[in-house]
Nanobody, 125 residues
Framework: QLQFAESGGGLVQPGGSLRLSCAAS????????IGWFRQAPGKGREAVSC????????NYADSVKGRFTIARDNAKNTVYLQMNSLKPEDTAIYYC??????????????????WGQGTQVTVSS
């Protein structure tokens, strides 16, 4: 089965950090840009960050710039999202997906594929 498995979410206090992982199964990430997305209750899905297939280009939503860092390890078929200085408004389910082209940071996101089940991130005191 071709999909991603996200992990690393949890409950963290404001100002804390989490590192999310996105592991691919059934396919190689080598030729795809990978995006991280999030969806909060009652809100639409938004792109948080995206990294090119080579890892040489990264994109971030304005709301997370300077706090989140995306990275990839093609040898491990995994993409990471390091999240620092977390805020309550970062609370959401986080997903990753692949796109065989340049990153797209604005909806619609139908060109992305292999969506996983997501991992819950809750930022609360």
């Amino acid at each position: 089965q071709l999909q991603f498995a996200e992990s690393g979410g949890g409950l963290v206090q404001p100002g804390g950090s989490l590192r999310l992982s996105c592991a691919a199964s059934g396919f190689t990430l080598d030729y795809s840009a990978i995006g991280w997305f999030r969806q909060a209750p009652g809100k639409g899905r938004e792109a948080v960050s995206c990294i090119s297939s080579s890892g040489g280009s990264t994109n971030y939503a304005d709301s997370v710039k300077g706090r989140f860092t995306i990275a990839r390890d093609n040898a491990k078929n995994t993409v990471y999202l390091q999240m620092n200085s977390l805020k309550p408004e970062d609370t959401a389910i986080y997903y990753c997906a692949a796109i065989p082209s340049m990153c797209i940071m604005y909806p619609p996101f139908y060109k992305y594929d292999y969506w996983g089940q997501g991992t819950q991130v809750t930022v609360s005191s």
